[in-house]
């Protein structure tokens, strides 16, 4: 039984480009939340998919979009990124139906530079 | 907007030694949950807790929720160089979202 899967492990981009980060969530899942952890930080809310559409969102800007897909896998993408996007960013699943606790990722490490 | 604040940061105890670690919420929760976060690794999830008052044990760790639902605590007996880790609390609304605090990040000295 696969877990949450995320791709890439490690990204360097470029201060103004755009980045696309991927999700699988664990089988049986419905529900796809995205999470940014800066160092020494808890994980903060970005937003989260149900059924395909954003149903929740955090206190972040437009540049952070995201899309989730008809067999719940999902994308998160941020445009123009800026120095201080650089965290790991966490994918987490849960199961609507079911009200289940979060199961994580291992996480995208983003670098701006 | 809600926030979920835990206290200490950090701690540093002698193996052996007891180890607790607090959440509070400024807003009335529908549940908590705690995840446990090894260096360099993600979060995995521990327990939840739903019902206020609620106490529930997992061999050394004892994990209590609030009367009033807002507040919440993790303790761990007699800890081990396997408990090193950053412990989460993270709170849910109706809203459906989870609210992470920023962690106490324990360290066990042998």
């Known amino acids: 039984d696969a877990g949450v899967t995320q791709s890439p492990t490690h990204l360097i981009k470029t201060r103004g480009q755009q980045v696309t980060l991927r999700c699988s969530p664990k089988s049986g899942h419905d529900t796809v939340s995205w999470y940014q952890q800066a160092l020494g930080q808890g994980p903060q809310f970005i937003f989260q998919y149900y059924e395909e559409e954003e149903r929740q969102r955090g206190n972040f800007p437009d540049r952070f979009s995201g899309h989730q897909f008809p067999n719940y896998s999902s994308e998160l993408n941020v445009n123009a990124l800026l120095l201080g996007d650089s965290a790991l960013y966490l994918c987490?699943?849960?199961?609507?139906?079911?009200?289940?606790?979060?199961?994580f990722g291992n996480g995208t490490r983003l670098t701006v530079t | 907007g809600q926030q979920v604040m835990q206290i200490p940061q950090y701690q540093h105890v002698q193996e052996g030694e007891d180890f607790t670690t607090y959440c509070n919420s400024s807003?009335?929760?529908?549940?908590i949950q705690w995840y446990k976060q090894r260096p360099g690794g993600h979060p995995v999830f521990l327990i939840q807790?739903?019902?206020?008052?609620e106490v529930k044990k997992q061999k050394r760790l004892t994990f209590q929720f609030g009367e009033a639902k807002k507040n919440s605590s993790l303790h761990i007996t007699a800890t081990q160089t396997t408990d090193v880790g950053t412990y989460f609390c993270a709170g849910d609304t109706n809203a459906g979202k989870s609210t992470f605090g920023d962690g106490t990040t324990l360290t066990v000295k042998p």
């Open positions: 807003t009335t929760l529908s549940n």
């Open positions: 987490a699943s849960s199961s609507r139906q079911f009200n289940s606790p979060l199961h």
């Open positions: 807790l739903v019902k206020s008052g």
